[in-house]
């Protein structure tokens, strides 16, 4: 029977596999920088494979962020929830989105926007087409 990644591991392994979109970077790019090859990598940003101490802060400068990045957002112990660990759902879904190809590109392409007004009407029309979206009562 399979092991189930743990919680952080997960995490971890989606904010690297974000950081390194948001980059441009590949599989492969990334495993010959760190010195593993691309499943390796692959196993990282599944949470399949631990990340150990020194291999997240080389991953850190090779993604130009500190290492604490790749825990923001990250699930908690808690002693309330069976298992020990929940996760801010509000957050969730945000992490979910930054995963995709879409959210990344999206997100991308948005930050590069400098005029503020520009991006104002850009949330303006999102919200709108999502409200166009959402079932009407009856």
Request: glycine letters at 6%; proline letters at 7%; zero cysteines.
């Amino acid at each position: 029977m399979p092991k189930t990644p743990n919680p952080i591991d997960l995490h971890v392994g989606s904010r690297v596999r974000m950081r390194r979109i948001l980059l441009g970077l590949t599989q492969e790019r990334l495993g010959e920088a760190l010195g593993v090859t691309f499943q390796q990598v692959q196993k990282y940003e599944k949470g399949t494979n631990r990340i150990g101490a020194s291999r997240l802060q080389d991953m850190a400068k090779i993604l130009d962020v500190p290492p604490s990045f790749f825990f923001e957002d990250a699930p908690t112990i808690d002693p309330m929830v069976p298992g020990g660990f929940s996760e801010s759902k509000s957050a969730d879904f945000v992490v979910d989105f930054l995963s995709t190809v879409e959210g990344l590109q999206l997100n991308k392409a948005f930050a590069s926007i400098r005029d503020q007004k520009v991006r104002r009407r850009i949330v303006d029309l999102v919200v709108a087409i999502a409200a166009a979206e959402e079932p009407r009562s009856p």
